[in-house]
């Protein structure tokens, strides 16, 4: 989702450092791109993450085949997928996901129940499959809907539609990427359950979908089958959504969210929001990313920031106490802006180390065992 996503949520380098080294492979630095794309991913119950040398693993839970190890058997620590070293981006659904190549190939795999992995079917894959020929600068992975930017600036969606989270005004569910609209300025895309998101390269942002909690941020609560510009700003470079609510950031370096705050996962208190509401005064915010009913934040200074839901200890703070104002994850200033956070959280520091926390029933954490936890624990083998 991406974040990314990124939405929900959504690159993490030395996650699998043992694994790294055992290929005699060096470790290097791999944060957000300027597209967003990200190398660590979050879906309900697993894990993803690109290291800096372009191979891809993942591990937790695997019944739709999400893992892409060709099974549906769950792992407790890092497997690798396939063989290929040009991996470059990852994001994830609840139980599927999405990553880019150098080559700008988008490949997918795992649930494929509302077409979301874009293959012309709605068979699951166990293993990555390529979603066409095109070549795709940025992708975003929703609860049954996917979106991409293609490196042309269109933007293209697929999957599950009930909602008019495709953004085409077209039919129930699309198996194959369909273009949203004609404009070719598109320059990033998040997806959430119902909605999605994007911004355009003069730095205006549009929302587009499920708006009944005020997630589209345009001041309704009802639904929109197509595009709308979200205010009249031109300085958002970053948004990611959430199951009902999306958050940005501009380029001052301010923080906003909108939608809905049953958990606080606007960073602030009261009820739903439908317009942009800003978070706090803070204006060194770097990159935020958004899970079900939770979010993540990196800022300037290299700390780590969550709030919102945290039943699952998903903020990593140390508690399962939801927040509703961002909380520090404890004092390490060595935070990249990449994370990720579902029900469980993953980061990647400035060590190239990769760390996650909360739950851990399927071994999403990736530390060998199915024990959460409430704080960053470093990933081992």
């Known amino acids: 989702m991406r974040e990314h996503r990124r939405r929900w949520a959504t690159g993490i380098v030395t996650a699998v450092a043992a694994v790294m080294t055992a290929l005699g492979a060096t470790a ?3 944060a957000a ?3 967003g794309n990200v190398g660590v991913a979050t879906g309900y119950s697993h894990t993803c993450a690109v290291p800096a040398d372009g191979s891809l693993w993942c591990w937790g839970g695997n019944g739709r085949g999400q893992l892409g190890d060709g099974t549906t058997t769950a792992r407790t620590t890092p497997g690798r997928v396939g063989t290929a070293t040009d991996w470059t981006a990852i994001d994830a659904g609840p139980s599927f996901n999405c990553g880019l190549r150098a080559d700008g190939g988008l490949w997918c795999w795992g649930n494929n129940l509302r077409g979301q992995l874009g293959d012309g079917t709605t068979t699951n894959r166990a293993t990555p499959v390529r979603v066409g020929t095109a070549a795709w600068s940025t992708v975003s992975a929703g609860d049954s809907h996917t979106c991409g930017v293609r490196t042309g600036g269109t933007l293209w969606c697929w999957g599950f539609n009930r909602l008019g989270q495709l953004g085409t005004g077209s039919n129930y569910y699309e198996t194959a990427p369909v273009q949203v609209g004609t404009a070719t300025t598109w ?3 998040t997806t959430g359950y119902g909605h999605s998101c994007a911004t355009r390269t003069d730095g205006s942002l549009w929302c587009w979908g499920d708006g009944t909690t005020g997630q589209l941020g345009i001041g309704v609560l009802s639904y929109r089958t197509t595009p709308e510009r979200v205010g009249t700003e031109t300085s958002w470079n970053g948004v990611t959504a959430g199951y009902g609510f999306t958050c940005g950031t501009r380029t001052d370096g301010t923080l906003w969210c909108w939608g809905e705050n049953g958990y606080g996962q606007l960073g602030n208190t009261g009820t739903y929001q439908t317009t942009p509401t800003r978070v706090g005064t803070g ?3 770097a990159r935020v990313a958004a899970g079900d009913s939770s979010a993540c934040a990196a800022r300037a200074d ?11 200890g998903q903020l990593g703070d140390g508690t399962t106490t939801h927040r509703s104002a961002p909380v520090r994850v404890g004092t390490a200033i060595t935070w990249s802006s990449d994370a990720a956070v579902n029900y469980h959280g993953c980061g990647m520091r400035t060590d190239d180390s990769l760390w996650c926390w909360g739950g851990n029933g399927s071994g ?18």
């Open 28 to 30: 290097g630095p791999a």
């Open 33 to 35: 791109d300027a597209a």
């Open 187 to 189: 320059a990033d895309v």
């Open 283 to 285: 204006t060194t915010w």
């Open 302 to 312: 290299g700390s780590l920031w969550c709030w919102g839901n945290n039943a699952n």
């Open 364 to 381: 999403q954490l990736g530390d060998g065992t199915t024990t959460p936890r409430t704080s960053p624990a470093l990933v081992t083998l």
